[in-house]
Protein backbone atom coordinates (compact mmCIF):
# COMPACT_ATOMS: atom_id res chain seq x y z
CA UNK A 1 0.00 0.00 0.00
CA UNK A 2 1.28 3.41 -1.14
CA UNK A 3 1.34 6.36 1.73
CA UNK A 4 0.07 9.82 0.31
CA UNK A 5 3.11 12.59 0.73
CA UNK A 6 2.14 15.12 3.05
CA UNK A 7 0.87 18.45 1.93
CA UNK A 8 2.21 21.48 3.38
CA UNK A 9 1.01 25.48 2.57
CA UNK A 10 4.58 27.94 2.56
CA UNK A 11 4.18 31.32 2.80
CA UNK A 12 5.50 32.82 -0.63
CA UNK A 13 4.73 35.91 -2.96
CA UNK A 14 2.63 35.04 -6.50
CA UNK A 15 3.36 36.40 -9.56
CA UNK A 16 1.58 35.55 -12.85
CA UNK A 17 3.74 32.73 -14.81
CA UNK A 18 4.17 32.53 -18.77
CA UNK A 19 1.02 30.77 -19.42
CA UNK A 20 -2.38 30.92 -18.34
CA UNK A 21 -2.31 27.94 -15.88
CA UNK A 22 1.30 28.55 -14.21
CA UNK A 23 2.47 30.85 -11.14
CA UNK A 24 5.46 31.81 -9.93
CA UNK A 25 6.43 31.75 -6.36
CA UNK A 26 8.81 33.10 -4.54
CA UNK A 27 9.93 31.36 -1.21
CA UNK A 28 11.97 32.73 1.36
CA UNK A 29 14.45 29.88 2.85
CA UNK A 30 15.84 29.61 6.49
CA UNK A 31 19.20 31.51 5.04
CA UNK A 32 17.20 34.54 4.27
CA UNK A 33 17.56 34.14 0.53
CA UNK A 34 14.54 34.45 -2.11
CA UNK A 35 14.17 31.40 -4.56
CA UNK A 36 11.85 30.88 -7.07
CA UNK A 37 9.47 28.16 -8.27
CA UNK A 38 7.25 27.51 -10.66
CA UNK A 39 3.75 25.93 -9.75
CA UNK A 40 0.32 25.32 -11.54
CA UNK A 41 -2.04 28.09 -10.04
CA UNK A 42 -4.22 24.77 -8.50
CA UNK A 43 -1.20 24.42 -6.05
CA UNK A 44 -1.18 28.79 -5.39
CA UNK A 45 -3.49 30.17 -2.81
CA UNK A 46 -4.40 33.44 -1.89
CA UNK A 47 -3.39 35.17 1.75
CA UNK A 48 -6.61 33.69 2.98
CA UNK A 49 -6.35 30.23 1.56
CA UNK A 50 -8.80 31.09 -1.22
CA UNK A 51 -7.75 29.23 -4.56
CA UNK A 52 -6.55 32.19 -7.47
CA UNK A 53 -9.34 33.19 -10.05
CA UNK A 54 -7.68 32.59 -13.26
CA UNK A 55 -6.69 36.18 -13.89
CA UNK A 56 -5.17 36.69 -10.46
CA UNK A 57 -2.99 37.74 -9.50
CA UNK A 58 -2.98 40.78 -11.77
CA UNK A 59 0.01 41.20 -14.20
CA UNK A 60 2.84 42.37 -13.21
CA UNK A 61 1.96 42.44 -9.28
CA UNK A 62 2.99 40.32 -6.41
CA UNK A 63 0.56 39.38 -3.61
CA UNK A 64 1.35 37.44 -0.60
CA UNK A 65 -0.12 34.00 -0.64
CA UNK A 66 0.66 30.14 -0.64
CA UNK A 67 1.96 27.49 -2.77
CA UNK A 68 1.25 23.28 -1.62
CA UNK A 69 4.41 21.59 -1.35
CA UNK A 70 5.54 18.22 -0.43
CA UNK A 71 7.04 17.55 2.89
CA UNK A 72 10.23 15.68 2.85
CA UNK A 73 11.65 15.85 6.35
CA UNK A 74 12.27 18.38 9.56
CA UNK A 75 15.22 20.37 11.25
CA UNK A 76 14.94 21.54 14.11
CA UNK A 77 13.73 25.11 13.42
CA UNK A 78 13.16 24.46 9.94
CA UNK A 79 10.93 22.02 7.58
CA UNK A 80 12.32 20.34 4.30
CA UNK A 81 9.82 20.90 1.50
CA UNK A 82 9.57 20.40 -2.23
CA UNK A 83 7.49 22.87 -4.58
CA UNK A 84 5.94 21.45 -7.48
CA UNK A 85 8.48 21.74 -10.11
CA UNK A 86 10.59 19.58 -7.79
CA UNK A 87 12.63 22.28 -6.43
CA UNK A 88 14.05 21.32 -2.75
CA UNK A 89 14.04 24.64 -0.09
CA UNK A 90 14.38 24.80 3.39
CA UNK A 91 12.21 27.19 4.90
CA UNK A 92 11.21 28.28 8.44
CA UNK A 93 8.81 26.17 10.39
CA UNK A 94 6.93 29.67 10.85
CA UNK A 95 6.10 29.85 7.31
CA UNK A 96 4.70 26.50 7.21
CA UNK A 97 0.83 25.73 7.53
CA UNK A 98 -1.40 22.35 7.73
CA UNK A 99 -3.15 21.89 4.59
CA UNK A 100 -7.01 20.99 5.23
CA UNK A 101 -8.09 18.25 3.69
CA UNK A 102 -10.74 19.03 1.73
CA UNK A 103 -8.39 21.69 -0.02
CA UNK A 104 -5.28 18.59 -0.47
CA UNK A 105 -8.53 16.23 -2.02
CA UNK A 106 -8.13 18.54 -5.36
CA UNK A 107 -4.54 18.66 -5.76
CA UNK A 108 -2.86 16.12 -7.62
CA UNK A 109 0.61 14.55 -5.44
Not at 7 to 13: G, M, T
Not at 64 to 83: M, R
Not at 88 to 106: M, T
Request: aromatic share 8%.
Amino acid sequence: MTQRKKLVAVECKVSRGGFSGERIVYITEVSGNERRALAPVAYCFDENMQPFNPDEPPAGKLVSGFVFAILLGSEPTALVISTPDGDRFVVPNSQVRPVAPELSEHVPV
